[in-house]
């Protein structure tokens, strides 16, 4: 069991930056592959970006590729979500998710544990 807890939400404008913070309760943080997903109004929840258990591999989706950056503090528990050159159209609430896995996975069915989620707005 992991329990996941979200932070660093907030309103900022475009073009802003926002680092998202997610604290794993647990000793075996370091077993975990972890991603972020993001879940829009009226829009399905949907993958932003994945890290491997070692944090040796990232993979992103398309549209946050460049601006978005997922790394881990197995030390700390946490992973982390910088995001720079923030649009409008990343306004969503953001979950951080686990699984008991070495390798990163995409879709939402393939993480067993999700965190309660953390709002960013992102003013025009």
């Known amino acids: 069991q992991v329990q996941l807890v979200e932070s660093g939400g907030g309103l900022v404008q475009a073009g802003g930056s926002l680092r998202l913070s997610c604290a794993a309760s647990g000793r075996t943080f370091n077993r975990y592959a972890m991603g972020w997903f993001r879940q829009a109004p009226g829009k399905e929840r949907e993958f932003v970006a994945a890290?491997?258990?070692?944090?040796?591999?990232?993979y992103y989706t398309d549209s946050v590729k460049g601006r978005f950056t997922i790394s881990r503090d197995n030390a700390k528990n946490t992973v982390y979500l910088q995001m720079n050159s923030l649009k409008p159209e990343d306004t969503a609430v953001y979950y951080c998710a686990a699984r008991s896995d070495s390798y990163y996975y995409i879709n939402v069915g393939e993480y067993d544990y999700w965190g309660q989620g953390t709002q960013v707005t992102v003013s025009s």
């Open positions: 890290i491997r258990w070692s944090g040796s591999s990232t």
